[in-house]
């Protein structure tokens, strides 16, 4: 499988990019801001398979420029085959002291981000294959919400639909299209949302949960917000 996955150089994501590593029919473009954490990515992986196929790449997926990424994609993988959209950022902070840049800020890392990156890659994938968007039990309709999180939140909520709407809106050129609600996990966004919460599932546990519904889940669902979550947050 050809899989291009964003926000890989840290907590779960970083962790999905070792999974999927172990086989090597996967290859990976790990996409992140931080190069030094991607070359820890790409160390580690090679410790674990120095056969993979994995390409690090220092990309901001609302700043940088997609048209020297995507001729990048395609010389390396002439199609995409899963795409895996976990980049994202937390703002924690008490409703009435959020400004309009905060709320911007959650849009842009957690939603629009993802927009331009499917707009982008979509031209490369054809029938069969999957966009998996990672969610927040924090957007999920019904789930407990918590102070401080209203901008994240709604980014995410904003997310959930998107890929409702996608996977209806490509129904046809049959790409799947779903997300998954996560709720906590032991990575550094817990930790700032949650400084004194320790979650009950590791970053690695998670990270091998994204990585198997990437390759198998559209097999079984389409247009999906899935909970991920044993406990809340």
């Not at 901008?151 to 998954?180: F, G, W």
């Not at 550094?188 to 004194?196: I, Q, S």
């Not at 091998?208 to 389409?222: C, E, P, R, S, V």
Request: hydrophobic share 45%; net charge negative.
């Amino acid at each position: 499988m050809n899989i291009v996955i964003t926000g890989a150089s840290s907590g779960v994501g970083f962790e999905a990019v070792l999974d999927l590593i172990l086989k090597n029919e996967n290859k990976v473009i790990a996409l992140a801001r931080s190069e030094d954490k991607l070359q820890r990515l790409y160390e580690i992986a090679s410790s674990l398979n120095p056969d993979c196929t994995l390409y690090p790449v220092k990309f901001d997926i609302v700043h940088d420029d997609y048209l020297s990424l995507v001729p990048f994609v395609e010389e390396r993988f002439g199609q995409v085959d899963i795409l895996i959209n976990n980049a994202g950022t937390l703002i924690n902070k008490a409703f009435d002291k959020l400004s309009q840049l905060d709320f911007a800020e959650m849009l842009q890392n957690n939603l629009l981000g993802h927009v331009k990156m499917i707009q982008h890659l979509l031209p490369l994938m054809k029938a069969g294959s999957h966009i998996l968007n990672i969610g927040s039990m924090g957007g999920f309709q019904g789930s407990v919400k918590f102070p401080g999180l209203a901008a994240y939140s709604a980014s995410k909520a904003a997310l959930h639909t998107l890929t409702e709407c996608l996977a209806y809106e490509y129904e046809d050129r049959q790409i799947k299209v779903n997300c998954l609600a996560l709720g906590s996990a032991q990575t550094e966004m817990l930790d700032k949302a949650f400084p004194d919460y320790e979650s009950p599932v590791m970053a690695f546990e998670m990270g091998k949960y994204i990585a198997d519904f990437a390759l198998t889940g559209h097999k079984f669902f389409n247009g999906k917000i899935l909970p991920v979550a044993v406990t809340t947050p």
